[in-house]
């Protein structure tokens, strides 16, 4: 089970006692109050999406404001779901895989969007965060069951099929050509951080500022929060799924996690993370999970960035952090490694500390 991150506020303590009374698609209103006695109208509503759970929690004056920007982030979510579901072949991404080996695919603006931050990232981590691992997710199992490992040769011919740099793009045109048949681009490592970004977008263009979108545990917090001050997430231990390794502060930043035990494969009766290495071909052994938070401010947007790059270093390990750290000034990283009987916990720009 993914590391779970959450926002230890009032608002989301009363939410979590209510759960229980929202539907699928669930609306929940409450009042707040702010240090000079203005009253703040929230609500906040939960879907399903992406094979996970949704959560939108806004704040503002206007109560028609935050319906209309609940439904505005509700609808930016959504076609980033529609545009890149790989298991839904009607999907744009679908269809560029259907059709990318034998001739250009010519995108849309939100599919050419986020594979362009793909490619940055492809690059900015050495070929460490690459889309093109889906012929490896499927030979591990992420698609469909399997009860022996793969072989040697089977993960080569896998590897065969991977790599951004056997994807020709277009960029006067939008188009994408896999030069190598049998390929595939898998999005599940940034569409997440991807929608937050485009959902907060939809929101401040609203003119609201204060809040949250969750989804899956991708956090993004909005810039001003009620009463002022900061936004608190909780980290939950990987090793306790009942128990934290504490909070950190956060606001006008998102935050995501890496983990090796929400989404795994069990072979042989061993237990095989879907985070997989492209260098090896194989499923990432040492590591338990990466949380980053990443602040507003870049020329990449928050979301997107903390969804590559917590798996870029759950992939490259800690020697990677010091290069995220100079790309993003401000980053925070936690790394959780080792057995369960003497784990190291890694913090870089983490305050307070965290403990195990």
């Avoid at 779970?4 to 759960?19: D, G, S």
Wanted: proline residues 5%; charged residues 20%; contains cysteine.
């Amino acid at each position: 089970m993914k590391l779970k991150e959450y926002l230890n506020t009032p608002f989301r303590r009363m939410m979590a006692r209510n759960l229980a009374l929202v539907m699928v698609m669930g609306v929940m209103v409450v009042y707040v109050m702010l240090h000079d006695s203005r009253r703040l109208y929230g609500e906040s509503m939960i879907f399903s999406t992406m094979s996970t759970t949704a959560s939108v929690d806004l704040w503002h004056r206007d109560r028609a404001t935050v319906k209309q920007a609940l439904a505005a982030a509700h609808g930016a979510i959504r076609e980033v779901e529609k545009t890149c579901n790989i298991f839904d072949p009607e999907s744009e991404l679908s269809r560029l895989n259907a059709k990318a080996a034998d001739e250009p695919f010519v995108c849309g603006d939100l599919l050419w969007e986020v594979l362009t931050h793909a490619r940055t990232f492809y690059r900015d981590s050495g070929g460490a965060f690459d889309v093109t691992i889906d012929p490896l997710m499927k030979l591990w199992g992420f698609h469909s069951k399997r009860e022996t490992l793969p072989s040697d040769g089977e993960i080569a011919a896998a590897k065969a099929l991977t790599g951004l740099d056997k994807v020709e793009f277009d960029d006067a045109r939008r188009t994408v050509k896999f030069t190598v048949p049998g390929m595939s681009i898998n999005l599940g490592g940034i569409a997440k951080g991807f929608a937050l970004d485009r959902a907060a977008a939809a929101v401040c263009a609203l003119g609201i500022n204060t809040g949250w979108i969750e989804i899956g545990g991708n956090i993004l917090a909005l810039p001003k929060k009620n009463g002022g001050g900061r936004y608190s997430a909780g980290i939950r231990n990987p090793f306790r799924k009942d128990a934290l390794l504490g909070h950190v502060p956060m606001r006008d930043a998102a935050i995501s996690t890496s983990g090796n035990y929400e989404r795994y494969v069990v072979i042989d009766g061993r237990q095989y993370t879907h985070i997989i290495d492209p260098a090896t071909g194989l499923p990432v052994a040492d590591m338990d999970a990466v949380t980053v938070i990443v602040p507003a401010g870049k020329d990449v947007p928050p979301g997107v960035a903390s969804d590559a790059i917590s798996t870029s270093i759950f992939i490259a390990g800690p020697d990677a952090v010091a290069g995220w750290m100079k790309r993003f000034p401000g980053l925070r990283v936690l790394i959780v490694r080792g057995p369960s009987d003497r784990p190291e916990l890694l913090q870089y720009n983490i305050s307070p500390k965290l403990t195990l």
